[in-house]
């Protein structure tokens, strides 16, 4: 899991653009202590592969953002932990990952919808999706959840990544027939799936060799960044820039 050396989040530090000459300069605020550690941390993690490095640059950052307003700095949270999760992926700490957010969202029905997915997205390739089980039911059940746009695609990926590997058919239903998230097409194909899933029940035992061959593949070296790097940076971009440097400013 290279990075190419070349590529740095220094770039990010001159998002600004130029100004016409007509135009009056305008303040732009100045990013906040966390949201430098942020970048800190990014670069460290794609550009120089210092995991540990990263990971340590997150939680200042994070303890820095203990003395400001709790809806402060979203944006700088969530990317915090999508390069904190990352580096104990890389580290062969992921088992860490689920109780490491925690730590500083408290509850998982509080994680934003990018952290939860990578969390469920990184236990279901390592084979341990029952870790998440619990989280992800919490979090679909809070009703401040149920009105985010990202809602229905994490009810989704419980059932795909968590419910079916399980086994757990009967609430893998009743997830999809009692949720609005799921439009009519939707619930159809899901049913399809549980059904699907139900009939392979019956060969268990059959599938111990395939079983074994998925525990082999399901190492933490052969776990690519769980976002792509140009997909780190535009977060790190949105997290670190106020609105108006994120604007092409035409001549």
Same mark, same amino acid.
């Given at each position: 899991?290279?990075?190419?050396?070349?590529?740095?989040?220094?770039?990010?530090?001159?998002?600004?653009?130029?100004?016409?000459?007509?135009?009056?300069?305008?303040?732009?605020?100045?990013?906040?202590?966390?949201?430098?550690?942020?970048?800190?941390?990014?670069?460290?993690?794609?550009?120089?592969?210092?995991?540990?490095?990263?990971?340590?640059?997150?939680?200042?950052?994070?303890?820095?953002?203990?003395?400001?307003p709790a809806g402060a700095s979203l944006e700088v949270?969530?990317?915090?932990?999508?390069?904190?999760?990352?580096?104990?992926?890389?580290?062969?700490?992921?088992?860490?990952?689920?109780?490491?957010? @925690? &730590?500083?969202?408290?509850? =998982?029905?509080? !994680?934003?919808?990018?952290?939860? +997915? #990578?969390? /469920?997205?990184?236990?279901?390739?390592?084979?341990?999706?029952?870790?998440?089980?619990?989280?992800?039911?919490?979090?679909?059940?809070?009703?401040?959840?149920?009105?985010l746009p990202e809602y229905r695609s994490l009810a989704?990926?419980? @059932? &795909?990544?968590?419910?079916? =590997?399980?086994? !757990?058919?009967?609430?893998?239903? +009743? #997830?999809? /027939?009692?949720?609005?998230?799921?439009?009519?097409?939707?619930?159809?194909?899901?049913?399809?799936?549980?059904?699907?899933?139900?009939?392979?029940?019956?060969?268990?035992?059959?599938?111990?060799?395939?079983?074994?061959?998925?525990?082999?593949?399901?190492?933490?070296?052969?776990?690519?960044?769980?976002?792509?790097?140009?997909?780190?940076?535009?977060?790190?971009?949105?997290?670190?820039?106020?609105?108006?440097?994120?604007?092409?400013?035409?001549?």
């Amino acid at each position: 899991m290279k990075s190419d050396p070349a590529t740095s989040a220094a770039p990010l530090r001159a998002l600004g653009g130029a100004l016409r000459s007509s135009e009056p300069v305008r303040a732009v605020p100045a990013p906040s202590a966390a949201a430098l550690l942020l970048e800190e941390a990014a670069d460290l993690l794609v550009v120089h592969l210092d995991f540990g490095a990263a990971l340590r640059t997150c939680e200042r950052a994070w303890q820095g953002l203990a003395e400001e307003p709790a809806g402060a700095s979203l944006e700088v949270k969530c990317s915090l932990c999508v390069v904190g999760i990352q580096a104990l992926a890389e580290m062969d700490r992921w088992r860490e990952v689920l109780s490491w957010v @925690l &730590q500083y969202y408290q509850a =998982p029905e509080r !994680l934003p919808p990018k952290v939860l +997915e #990578l969390c /469920v997205l990184l236990y279901s390739k390592m084979q341990e999706p029952g870790a998440v089980l619990d989280g992800v039911r919490a979090w679909l059940q809070d009703p401040d959840n149920q009105g985010l746009p990202e809602y229905r695609s994490l009810a989704e990926l419980h @059932l &795909q990544r968590v419910l079916l =590997p399980l086994g !757990l058919l009967s609430e893998a239903e +009743e #997830l999809v /027939v009692g949720s609005a998230a799921f439009g009519e097409k939707q619930r159809l194909d899901a049913l399809q799936a549980v059904s699907a899933a139900r009939q392979q029940q019956t060969h268990v035992h059959s599938g111990s060799e395939e079983t074994r061959t998925l525990s082999q593949e399901a190492s933490p070296r052969s776990l690519p960044f769980l976002y792509k790097l140009t997909q780190i940076f535009q977060r790190i971009r949105e997290a670190v820039s106020p609105p108006l440097c994120r604007l092409p400013i035409q001549h």
